[in-house]
């Protein structure tokens, strides 16, 4: 579970920002999970206006878990490392970046960070709390100490030597360091969606619903979100035209076109049950079916795993009745008994309620006349009471984060 996250200089965030997700607070209106001295909420919501910059919250992650996982295959010192700094200010735009995360993986808190550009990694840190005090697996700065390795446990570290535009948790890992391992796997099940009309569901989409725990839970959100649909299901069908068509196809090879099928029921005039009708999701169904089928993969895979699932507009064609639901699903210790959380975007101002979530858990994304975004919590405000419509107030203004509009003139 995520205890905070922080990021500077990355898209439309110049200034750091931090999301915090620990209280010392009790909470009336969802579980808090505990790791030692540690409450963490289950959840946390951003609001703003269009182009205010909230999904970029979510895209910071992203970038952090596409660096630590290296998914851009850095292996040689010419190779450029990926960077989206701030673009409005020319202080920024040829700025550092950073991260910096901290966590609980296995009854541990670890925090982790790193700055740089697209050629150089200048600083980077990793430690871990396996009691109140910090025990350092490594850190430098080519400022400060020309990049050599600290550590405090260590010592077989000191010996690695790393390219500039690396990170040296990739060589700790290969050095087989148990910690560093552990970021990565912790990284590696953290879940990123952003949705997009016929965006497919993936191999591991499937693979998932193939497990038959999961494809009875995957059930029971297909009949309770009433949406009239039985059962969702890859079918295949062979295609004979393509043979002339690809170079080097053994004549033996079977190609077949994958679609999505739901199945519906059929009835007579009399409304009697005739058999069962099938739909191509992506072209009979809705775009909020086609939605809600999308992120609930990762949604059941989040609370069955424990991971942290990040939902860029998690409301965008769904009943607000269903957007509430899967909000309440990671709000209850029943069906989240593994800390799942849920960090998200969303437009619908029905989940501005202090029913559903603590101000803790309520974010505010907001741009200054220079174009940079800036992130405040509900609970920042004073004077914030139980009895307060949260919903009413933040549409009149009253936190910011709106559009305001000027003249429609045709």
Known sequence: MIVQFSARNFKSFKDSFSLDLFTNKESSVCPLYTNGNINLYPSAVFYGANGSGKSNVLKAFAMMKRLVLNQDKIIQSTDVLPKLPFKLSSESEDDSTAFDICFIQNKKKYKYGFEYDENCVYSEYLYVYETNRPTTVFEYDIDQNEGKIKTTKYKELTKIKHLKNSLFLWEADRAENTEANEILKWFNSAIFVEYASRQPLTPKYWNNLSKPLIKEIFQTFIRSADIGIKDIFQEARPVDNVYSQIPNLPENAIVEEISVKTLHSKYDENNNF?????????????????????????????????????????????????????????????????????????????????????????????????????????????????????????????????????????
């Open 274 to 410: 005739i058999g069962d009708v099938k739909f191509n999701l992506f072209e009979d169904e809705s775009l909020g079916t086609q939605k809600y089928f999308y992120s609930i993969g990762p949604v059941i895979n989040a609370l069955h795993n424990g991971s942290v699932l990040f939902l860029d507009e998690l409301d965008a064609s769904l009943h607000p009745i269903l957007t509430r639901k899967i909000v309440q699903l990671f709000n209850n210790k029943n069906s989240n008994p593994k800390g799942a959380q849920l960090i998200f975007t969303s437009q619908d101002t029905n989940l501005l309620d202090q029913s559903l979530f603590d101000k803790e858990q309520i974010w505010f994304i907001e741009k200054d006349k220079y174009g940079a975004s800036h992130m405040v919590s509900l609970s920042e405000y004073k004077d914030i009471r139980k009895e307060h419509k949260i919903e009413r107030n933040y549409i009149m203004g009253k936190y910011g984060a709106i559009p305001y509009l000027g003249d429609f003139k045709f």
